[in-house]
């Protein structure tokens, strides 16, 4: 089981680097990308299901530094702010703009809707690619100290 944890830890470790320079250089040239948002959704089923097997080994005695315990997880803490600004983001694109809801941009001639929708995409990459580095980060700190 601890192959099968340290196979979880590396593709985690993979994934969410990879997502998140790749996020970068989305972010940094104003593109939206299917791939990144799939890259990093991998990334993040792989840090779950690693803390997931992480705690199994733990409760069946297999112990870890407690460092390990805490860089391993905190990637998930991480993800979760993200997350959460994440969903934020539009919302604060759109005050920043002074619309009061969505319907609001609805009102907007095409070309205006879409450079709204860029900017919006563009915010939400950011953050998600940031927190990809930062856990890829984290991660890397729990492999080094298990």
């Known amino acids: 089981m601890s192959a099968v944890h340290l196979g979880l ?10 997502a998140g320079l790749y996020g970068g250089w989305c972010w940094w040239r104003v593109r939206r990308s299917v791939w990144f948002w ?60 002074g619309f009061e809801s969505a319907e609001a941009v609805g009102r907007l001639p095409e070309e205006e809707q879409r450079v709204l929708m860029l900017t919006i995409v563009q915010r939400e990459i950011g953050v998600m690619a940031l927190a990809a580095i930062v856990n890829a980060v984290l ?8």
């Open 38 to 97: 799939r890259l990093l959704r991998v990334g993040q089923v792989a840090v779950i299901l690693t803390v997931v097997l992480g705690g199994v080994l733990e409760v069946v005695g297999r112990k870890s530094p407690g460092l390990h315990v805490i860089y391993g997880v905190l990637p998930l803490v991480v993800s979760l702010i993200a997350e959460q600004l994440r969903i934020g983001s539009a919302q604060m694109i759109l005050d920043a703009r």
């Open 9 to 18: 830890g590396v593709a985690a470790i993979s994934f969410t680097t990879v």
């Open 139 to 146: 991660l890397a700190r729990a492999a080094g100290t298990a």
